[in-house]
């Protein structure tokens, strides 16, 4: 049985659409490629060609693994999403008690992760510390710079 991966529909229809543009732009670029690089003669000892077919097979692994990503992913009903505790897709506001910084993170699929964005993903220290947890609750969590203890201030959607 292969594994689940949950996304939010947003974060399937990213997939297809760059799934979509490997398929029509990207391949036939490549075949131009392979076309040109074959009329320039012997192909035995023409870098060009060979260059083109490592990029061939690259990209078709590439779309090989979007196709098989979205194949096991299903979407998370958002509309059920409890905020009691921390789950995934929850907005969580929380207070680093060494240094009373306070940041908010949203628990996303590993696929739709972006820091910049405040997205971390599930699989994360930080999100795996808040998972089940409630406000109010002070967790001490495992990061590279050692253990810190975190206070949840909110939960939201």
Do not use: C, H
């Not at 490997?22 to 074959?38: F, H, K, Q, S, Y």
């Not at 969580?92 to 590993?110: A, C, F, G, R």
């Amino acid at each position: 049985m292969s594994e689940v991966l949950y996304v939010t529909e947003e974060g399937l229809q990213k997939l297809k659409d760059e799934l979509e543009n490997l398929r029509t732009v990207e391949r036939p670029n490549i075949a131009g490629m392979i076309a040109d690089a074959r009329d320039k003669g012997d192909l035995t000892e023409n870098a060009e060609y060979s260059a083109a077919k490592e990029e061939q097979a690259m990209l078709e692994m590439k779309i090989a693994r979007l196709e098989d990503v979205i194949a096991k992913s299903r979407i998370i009903d958002e509309s059920k999403i409890d905020t009691s505790t921390v789950r995934i897709l929850n907005k969580v506001k929380i207070k680093n008690k060494k240094n009373n910084n306070v940041m908010e993170y949203q628990l996303v699929p590993e696929s739709e992760a972006n820091f910049k964005e405040g997205k971390i993903a599930i699989s994360s220290p930080i999100a795996q510390g808040l998972m089940g947890k409630k406000v109010g609750e002070i967790v001490q969590i495992q990061v590279p710079a050692g253990i810190i203890p975190f206070e949840i201030i909110a939960i939201s959607l």
